[in-house]
């Protein structure tokens, strides 16, 4: 055997205590190894197994067996079994990764230290071997954890993982995905549906949540508030891009567009709100899947900036194109409080922040807007002329509809009056 792997094969025992001694000092999930002697000791043969079979099958390039396949994923499915949680098996992972890179430096300055020259040609097969056989252990431990989950947990815990591996970037998603059998595509609509505080009696979500996931067949995670029994439902519903029109002869489908709003969105929205009962608003941005983390931030922000909601009035998602005025305000603080200030003046009027934005979602059609308000169209136009007195701002003009359907926004994030 070549000097670099003598050297590991020397330090082997002592790398494999090192990381289960790591294990538990950095990884707060297994703190127990330091005082369950059977847990540390299986622990332990598995680090110490793992480097033997590196040394064994390295130098000759030779691959895992399916045996040895079979071994990892066995401690990914025990491990997964005993509760270890998603974000603990990607420190395990990583930190792993991390040794072994170490021991194969510490290796090489060891023989230099002794003048015993390390060849290129030996790290060159070592490394050669370590990162496509790493590749293929991971997997096989991440189908191992998979399987473990599938029998530990219900479906709808499964499809909440689902959703928070994906916004994480965790690799275990596409395992998790094909156990569900969900099928990830490369675009999907992050939607984030914004709850506000529930009165104590309200019941929980958990049933209507699980019906959302089997009917809409989607990775979807509750968020809960802080301190509160408010929340944000988050769901990542898979796009499928449309068939372009047959005039075009073109056998591409068509580019999802970025501010439209899907009826797979718009149908969760509506069964979501049906079921809730109380005012939400919805914010919806389309993303590729390597994009979800900075898509979920925008959606979340469109969210808080859009309209509360009755169920009955058939709340929509929101795209960034139908608050963006909001969202610019909201890093203005003297623009914020002038748009607070004229939502304040609207007070005395009867329904008026309700009646302009009737008004305004009906595009200023006053026939419409009575309509869905249930009033006489006289009644419409003196609540105008009312909003008129009150703020000095024509609700006709162009400027009124800038400055008017802003603070109307506004109003209705905060609070459903």
Same mark, same amino acid.
């Given at each position: 055997?070549?000097?670099?792997? #003598? ?22 999930? =297994? ?22 079979? !590196? ?22 499915? !025990? ?6 949680? /998603? ?11 991390? /040794?072994? =890179? ?63 591996? /994906? ?67 988050? #769901? ?56 979800? #983390? ?60 309700? !009646? ?34 009150? !703020? ?26």
């Amino acid at each position: 055997m070549e000097s670099l792997f #003598a050297e590991l094969a020397r330090q082997a025992s002592a790398n494999a205590r090192r990381e289960v001694e790591a294990y538990a000092r950095e990884i707060a999930e =297994l703190e127990f190894l330091d005082t369950n002697s059977r847990a540390r000791a299986e622990t332990l043969e598995y680090a110490l197994w793992f480097r033997r079979r !590196t040394i064994e099958l390295s130098p000759d390039n030779s691959e895992l067996s399916d045996d040895d396949l079979g071994y990892i994923a066995a401690i990914g499915e !025990t491990r997964a079994a005993a509760g270890m949680s /998603l974000d603990a098996r990607q420190r395990v992972l990583r930190l792993h990764t991390s /040794l072994m =890179l170490r021991e194969i430096n510490e290796a090489t300055d060891a023989q230099r230290g002794v003048g015993v020259g390390v060849g290129v040609g030996e790290l060159m097969r070592m490394m050669h071997w370590f990162a496509p056989q790493g590749e293929r252990g991971i997997r096989a431990y991440s189908q191992g954890f998979v399987t473990a989950l599938r029998h530990r947990l219900p479906y709808v815990e499964q499809a909440a993982l689902l959703a928070r591996s /994906l916004l994480k970037g965790d690799p275990i998603s596409a395992g998790l995905a094909s156990a569900l059998g969900i099928e990830l595509p490369e675009h999907c609509a992050v939607t984030v549906i914004r709850v506000p505080d529930r009165p104590v009696g309200d019941r929980d979500l958990e049933s209507e949540i699980e019906v959302l996931v089997k009917t809409h067949h989607a990775p979807i995670t509750w968020w809960p508030g802080k301190g509160s029994r408010s929340g944000e439902l988050i #769901a990542l519903i898979p796009l499928r891009p449309a068939a372009p029109p047959a005039s075009t002869g073109s056998g591409n489908a068509e580019t999802v567009q970025p501010h439209s709003v899907p009826d797979p969105v718009s149908d969760l929205v509506r069964d979501f709100a049906q079921a809730l009962g109380r005012p939400c608003a919805a914010g919806t941005v389309t993303s590729s899947l390597s994009e979800v #983390a900075d898509a979920l931030d925008l959606a979340r922000r469109v969210s808080r900036a859009a309209p509360l909601r009755r169920a009955s009035a058939r709340p929509r998602p929101h795209t960034m194109s139908d608050v963006f005025v909001e969202l610019a305000v909201a890093d203005a603080p003297f623009v914020d409080a002038w748009l607070r200030a004229v939502g304040r003046s609207l007070r005395p009027g009867p329904d008026l922040v309700v !009646t302009l934005d009737a008004y305004y979602r009906h595009d200023m059609h006053r026939g419409a807007a009575a309509a869905a308000l249930n009033v006489h169209p006289r009644t419409l136009d003196y609540r105008l002329r009312r909003v008129r007195e009150l !703020t000095g701002i024509d609700p006709g003009s162009t400027r009124g509809v800038r400055i008017l359907s802003s603070v109307v926004t506004r109003r209705l994030s905060e609070a459903w009056h």
